[in-house]
């Protein structure tokens, strides 16, 4: 699963496609007009721009039996106002680029899909309901920047705090570092016994568990087989799985990771997705099943999920499947919610798509579009019949925390949501 963390990959991804074709086209006022490789002109419109954004989500977007968004009133609002676009000689393209940044972020701001991204080509910030609201919490606002027990590096990356990992975990704990610079920046893992106890603690910053494994890195293959052969030490007595701060990855991690724990399928909800272009045309509904992973037997000892308002997509599946085993307790904070799968649009009759064929670079014949919307192929609805996304999965144990209760004087620290979890396992 593709996560959050698309925020920094679209930062990556519009700025090199802003720069490639402002060598073709100069100013989006009043139309947008190129030529492709075989001399075919492209023309296209405002008004064109919205109807093809409009029309593909009203046929690819998957959340409309819930959301509260009303996608006709939204074309009766918005319609004129690109239109008046194309009338309006006396707009200069920034003032355009301002109107036209605004209507879209006017339209999709009520979605409730937490991965939806939206990317314009002429800019390179993107638009995101999801983190759009959470900004409005100044309670959030702090923990973005430094969510416990992360704090961020220089490259604005979460990572575990060595203060944190010396206070809690003792001397023979695993750290696995891949230091090569990739979209989804550094991973990092940390695995050990909390000190004094037999709990097993188990950290990560990105769902890249496969990937890393397979990636001949030595101390990230050493962590995470470290990791997995504790998983049958019979003097473990519980095991935390910290996943607060992550904004989630890969879906092959959800196997790999909760089929180590499982001897047997695990059912954890359903999904559906499009079945035809209609707005309420969908699939029925599909067990969503956890595969257990060969060579593993089951994991009988209690869990504790470790997660908060920063643990999105890939982290929020791995909370929800953690507590569908009877022997696991959910401590932290409501998730970002953002738990829809994602996957290519071919796959599916849903799921992101491109708006707005601006035209085709003669030297290349590569075509371009007006935007991108980066959105769930998929409705993930969770056992318990509850639909998560745009609300967040919530804790059994609600621990609020803030920087002052964590860092404290001579460089020592706390963590009350570590400190609740350890206190519900047998030491």
């Known amino acids: 699963m593709q996560n959050i963390m698309k925020k920094a990959f679209s930062k990556l991804t519009i700025a090199s496609f802003t720069l490639f074709i402002s060598l073709f086209f100069t100013s989006c006022h009043k139309e947008i007009s190129t030529t492709n490789q075989l001399g075919n002109a492209y023309t296209i419109s405002y008004t064109q721009i919205f109807e093809d954004f409009w029309n593909s989500m009203n046929k690819t977007y998957v959340f409309w039996g819930v959301d509260p968004t009303n996608w006709d009133q939204i074309h009766n609002t918005y319609a004129p106002k690109f239109a008046a676009l194309d009338k309006d000689s006396t707009l200069t393209s920034d003032s355009i680029n301002s109107l036209s940044n605004s209507y879209f972020k006017g339209m999709v701001d009520g979605l409730i899909d937490s991965h939806y991204f939206l990317s314009l080509y002429y800019t390179l910030y993107g638009i995101s309901p999801s983190q759009d609201r959470k900004l409005k919490n100044p309670v959030f606002i702090e923990n973005l920047f430094q969510t416990a027990p992360y704090t961020p590096s220089v490259d604005g990356k979460f990572y575990y705090t060595a203060y944190i990992d010396s206070l809690y975990l003792d001397g023979n704990k695993m750290v696995g570092i891949d230091t090569s610079q990739t979209v989804t920046g550094n991973f990092y893992a940390l695995a050990g016994f909390i000190q004094n106890t037999h709990i097993l603690y188990f950290s990560f910053n990105v769902f890249q568990l496969v990937t890393q494994y397979n990636s001949g890195d030595s101390s990230v293959h050493a962590t995470l087989d470290y990791f997995f052969k504790q998983l049958s030490n019979p003097a473990v007595s519980g095991l935390i799985i910290d996943v607060r701060g992550n904004g989630g990855g890969s879906t092959q991690d959800l196997n790999f990771l909760i089929g ?49 308002g920063e643990s999105a997509s890939m982290a929020e599946l791995t909370t929800m ?27 599916y009759n849903a799921g992101t798509f491109n708006f707005g064929n601006i035209g085709t670079a003669i030297e290349t014949g590569t075509t371009y579009y007006y935007g991108n919307a980066y959105t769930s192929s998929c ?49």
């Not at 029925?284 to 037997?297: M, Q």
């Not at 969770?382 to 920087?403: A, H, Q, T």
């Open 260 to 308: 180590s724990l499982i001897s047997s399928p695990l059912h954890i909800g359903y999904t559906r997705s499009k079945s035809g272009s209609g707005r309420l045309d969908y699939t029925p509904w599909a067990d969503a099943i956890v595969t257990p992973r060969p060579g593993f037997s089951a994991f009988t000892k209690p869990i504790v999920a470790l997660a908060d």
């Open 321 to 347: 499947s953690l507590r569908a085993l009877s022997k696991t307790t959910f401590v932290g904070d409501t998730t970002w919610g953002a738990n829809g799968p994602l996957t290519q649009n071919v796959d």
């Open 379 to 427: 409705m993930f609805k969770y056992i318990d019949g509850n639909v998560y996304e745009g609300k967040g999965f919530p804790p059994n144990y609600d621990v609020k925390v803030s920087l002052n209760q964590i860092f404290l004087p001579n460089n020592t620290v706390d963590d009350p949501q570590l400190d609740k979890a350890i206190s519900l396992l047998p030491k």
